[in-house]
């Protein structure tokens, strides 16, 4: 089984023929998903997700893959081809169409209608072809047929890739739902046929690896969603993924089913539910929507608010009802259901919102006490299924952290895969597919790329940490004006501080050790200003560990007089 390696060098030159699998995203996380597939001087990209950044990444907006290693060559991309409509998936398609518009865009009809609502705010007009499960399309040397699977989304697609070097079988996001609300299983014939005709590589969703048996179907949601609303006396107000079509239609059926208006909060899902109701994916019931602005005139229980927040975001709607800043105000018998699931990282996010909402005196069903939320990833028993249905030659797991990845290894390996056909990679770790085997060849640079308000790749992982310890330790500014030709202090030090002592008072013990250094500095030979700012650094930086065990930022400012 192929692991990755820190010591692997970068890979040789791709021989003609050859398959070379690069994941640019999505291994080692869950979140960012890009894979870039090349053959014969031509690339395919499957997937151009973000990742959504942790409490570690203080002022980041959203993390997009590393684009450095199809940069120069992006003539050579015949086409992006998308799995389904989530962010993680095509959150960063902007980004890279930022860099060449007219790289084709390929997927269902609903994924495509959001991503070009999504480019539509970054004023990119793309090329798109839209793609039914079943269809075919050459792109280049890629024979591409896509295959209907069902996911936490409609229209969600696993593509087989055909080259000269074999058949890539990828699933993107999927699970085996038998009893989907849509109706829109997920195609076993297909992989089955595709087994028979030659998987040489399958690239298999990890996420529900550890997971044991199946995952449960979505219409195991509905009684539980009307029992909240049979028990409901006031307003009952729903956060869940704006993507989330399947949810909002459960939510709409039980509305009317009680006699309540829905009003959909935030600009995302507005926006989202408005393009999966034109185009037919949203089933509404009569009267049942109205502007969120009606929702004042209609009494507590009547209403239904739908909104965005499940992950506990800052700026979504139910983070700021939770810290009463919005218009729509929590109250004492509110019943307030978070339906999802919760994504690794956002676990504090998510329970500051819950304590929040409990204090106001709503009463909030979350996954821990409910089931509200059902996962949209494929558990053990169906991942098994997957391997004993297509017989592939080689396996490489996607979609998850490294205990996903190595677990669904480990299923894959039980039905027979040869532990050495199986390939274990993260981000950036190059895959030949050759003569039917899959080796890991090398490994490409593949960081993490910050988007920071309207900046693009110039936050580092340096202005990060400056940043924690801003946060977390506070600041220390000293000035001090030297004679130049003495180096003997003249003025200060005056310190200021931010975050760290209440009082000014604290530093009257390190100002003489600061002069002292300063003065020893000088006697010892020529200095310039840059070299004593690093005396003073260390003079403070040395006395703050030793007095209070902290590390805050410290700024000295030497200036000659």
Not at 300 to 308: F, G, N, S
Not at 372 to 394: D, K, M, W
Request: some cysteine; charged content about 25%; overall charge negative.
């Amino acid at each position: 089984m192929s692991q990755s390696h820190p010591e692997l060098g970068l890979p040789p030159a791709l021989k003609p023929g050859a398959l070379r699998i690069v994941p640019l995203g999505g291994l080692g996380e869950v979140g960012r998903n890009m894979a870039v597939l090349e053959i014969d001087g031509k690339i395919l990209v499957v997937d151009c997700g973000v990742l959504f950044p942790e409490d570690h990444q203080p002022g980041v907006d959203l993390i997009l893959p590393d684009f450095e290693y199809i940069a120069d060559r992006l003539d050579d991309v015949v086409a992006v081809i998308l799995t389904h409509g989530h962010e993680d998936h095509i959150g960063a398609v902007p980004y890279l169409l930022r860099l060449k518009p007219d790289i084709p865009l390929i997927g269902s009809q609903l994924t495509l209608a959001l991503v070009e609502a999504k480019l539509k705010e970054h004023r990119i007009t793309p090329i798109t072809l839209a793609v039914r499960e079943g269809q075919k399309e050459q792109l280049g040397p890629f024979g591409c047929e896509f295959v209907a699977v069902n996911h936490s989304i409609p229209d969600a697609l696993a593509v087989a890739v055909t080259t000269a070097a074999g058949t890539v079988l990828h699933t993107g996001d999927f699970k085996m739902d038998q009893l989907p609300l849509d109706g829109r299983i997920t195609d076993l014939r297909s992989f089955a046929r595709l087994g028979e005709a030659g998987v040489d590589l399958f690239m298999v969703d990890s996420t529900n690896a550890e997971v044991p048996g199946f995952t449960v179907s979505e219409r195991e949601i509905t009684p539980v969603l009307e029992s909240v609303f049979a028990a409901a006396d006031r307003r009952i107000i729903i956060a869940s993924f704006a993507s989330h079509i399947h949810r909002v239609q459960q939510v709409l059926d039980a509305a009317h089913k009680y006699r309540r208006k829905v009003a959909l909060v935030g600009r995302s899902m507005v926006r989202n539910m408005g393009i999966a109701r034109d185009l037919g994916y949203l089933n509404v019931p009569p009267n049942t929507i109205v502007d969120v602005k009606a929702v004042d005139d209609l009494p507590d229980e009547q209403v239904v608010l739908m909104c965005t927040g499940s992950q506990g975001e800052p700026m979504a709607a139910l983070s700021r009802m939770a810290n009463r800043d919005h218009r729509v105000s929590v109250g004492a018998g509110d019943t307030v259901v978070l339906a999802s699931s919760l994504i690794p990282g956002n676990e504090n996010s998510v329970y500051r919102v819950i304590n929040g909402l409990t204090r106001l005196g709503a009463k909030v069903v979350h996954q821990g006490n409910a089931r509200v939320h059902v996962s949209g990833h494929a558990s053990a028993g169906e991942l098994l299924y997957c391997y004993n249905v297509i017989r592939p030659r080689n396996v490489m797991p996607v979609h998850g952290e490294a205990r996903h990845l190595v677990a669904n290894a480990e299923l894959a390996v039980k039905t027979g895969v040869p532990r050495e056909r199986v390939v274990i990679a993260e981000d950036g770790v190059v895959v030949d597919l050759v003569d039917g085997v899959a080796k890991v060849v090398g490994k490409v640079d593949c960081g993490y790329v910050y988007v920071d308000g309207s900046s693009v790749g110039e936050i580092t992982e340096a202005d990060l940490k400056d940043r924690r310890i801003l946060g977390e330790e506070g600041f220390i500014s000293i000035i001090v004006v030297v004679d130049s030709a003495s180096g003997k202090v003249v003025a200060g030090p005056e310190i200021h501080a931010r975050g760290f002592a209440e009082t000014e008072s604290v530093f009257d013990a390190v100002r003489p050790r600061i002069v002292d250094a300063l003065r020893d500095a000088a006697n010892s030979g020529p200095t310039d200003t840059y070299q004593l700012q690093q005396v003073v650094r260390r003079v403070v930086g040395r006395w703050v560990s030793e007095s209070y065990r902290r590390r805050p930022m410290i700024i000295p400012l030497v200036i000659e007089a």
